[in-house]
């Protein structure tokens, strides 16, 4: 088996039971503090404001591209990348430093991607590392740009405003063809050449993006991503779940609210459980397609500790 191919077949499994993690959390005194509820002194507003600047930070800090592996496990989770339409648009939401954008870029070469993030200087690293990968024709179909989805929202350029009212009337010309193989002229035209815009996405890609979102504006941010997609487009989700070894490492003055807490960095993180997500897309305006806990074990190589790590994943389309 292939170095990518055992990572995928690592990252899929099923190595323990999420309801026997959950109960003997629950059951260990030490590990209460996690259970209690939580109410933040902080507006939403400065929240939203310390968070972008922590991340910001955090990208300049680790902007040589070593920090995080390219996630080649993806296109297992999600081979509907792979099978799509030639020339379908996927809007790659907290692009990072590239480690997901390039897997989608090598697994179909006819996706055109569109790659977001809050740090420009993180989007710089991006482009130099997937420019060194030797994609085919990385520089046609791989648009990058600066965005805080969740305060900002997209710019017109993915969906102008005529196009998110067409596809709120599921107009025909409109709809998404994500499981079809069919070239789509119009794609291959730049932005520049387009008299509004890209005419909006046929897939959004959520990977360990909302979880660093303050949770108050989580449901503004799922909304953004609906409104730019086609009617009939997926959106992929995967993020940390509830229990996930790293929240259990976080001390009690580290919470900021419930289930979500913050870095000695400032970075945030929150661990989703099953319905918290499917409540969040659903209320969004999206249907269920899937959503399970990916629970994977695994040892650190260096102290022989073994790791339980939990995922949610999910797939959601627009109706």
Avoid at 57 to 76: D, M, P
Avoid at 100 to 107: C, D, K, N, Y
Avoid at 153 to 160: D, M, R, Y
Avoid at 290 to 309: F, L, P, Q
């Amino acid at each position: 088996m292939s170095v990518s191919k055992a990572e995928a077949s690592e990252y899929h499994s099923k190595d323990f039971n999420w309801e026997t993690l959950r109960q003997e959390i629950e059951n260990d005194p030490s590990l209460n503090y996690h259970l209690l509820p939580f109410n933040s002194p902080q507006p939403e507003e400065q929240h939203s404001n310390d968070s972008i600047k922590a991340w910001q930070n955090f990208h300049v800090q680790h902007s040589s591209g070593k920090f995080f592996k390219e996630r080649r496990y993806l296109l297992k989770e999600f081979p509907e990348l792979v099978s799509c339409a030639d020339g379908s648009k996927v809007l790659e939401v907290g692009c990072g430093n590239g480690s997901t954008a390039l897997p989608i870029l090598r697994g179909n070469e006819k996706i055109i991607l569109y790659a977001c993030d809050c740090s420009n200087e993180t989007l710089e690293r991006a482009k130099e590392f997937i420019a060194a990968s030797n994609v085919a024709s990385v520089e046609h179909r791989l648009h990058p740009f600066y965005c805080d989805f969740a305060t900002t929202g997209f710019p017109k350029f993915l969906a102008c405003d005529y196009c998110r009212e067409m596809f709120s009337c599921k107009d025909q010309n409109c709809l998404s063809d994500v499981g079809e193989k069919r070239t789509h002229e119009t794609d291959s035209l730049s932005m520049e050449e387009r008299s509004c815009c890209v005419g909006g996405v046929d897939f959004v890609t959520l990977i360990f993006t909302l979880s660093a979102v303050p949770l108050q504006t989580m449901p503004t941010a799922i909304r953004e991503c609906f409104s730019v997609l086609k009617p009939g487009g997926l959106l992929l989700f995967r993020d940390y779940g509830l229990y996930d070894m790293t929240m259990l490492r976080f001390e009690s003055d580290q919470r900021v609210g419930f289930r979500e807490y913050m870095r000695s960095d400032g970075t945030r993180s929150y661990f989703f459980c099953l319905d918290t997500a499917r409540n969040l897309f659903i209320s969004a305006g999206f249907i269920e397609l899937e959503i399970e806990y990916c629970c994977v074990k695994s040892v650190n190589r260096r102290n022989g500790e073994s790791m339980r790590r939990v995922w949610v994943h999910g797939k959601f389309q627009k109706p």
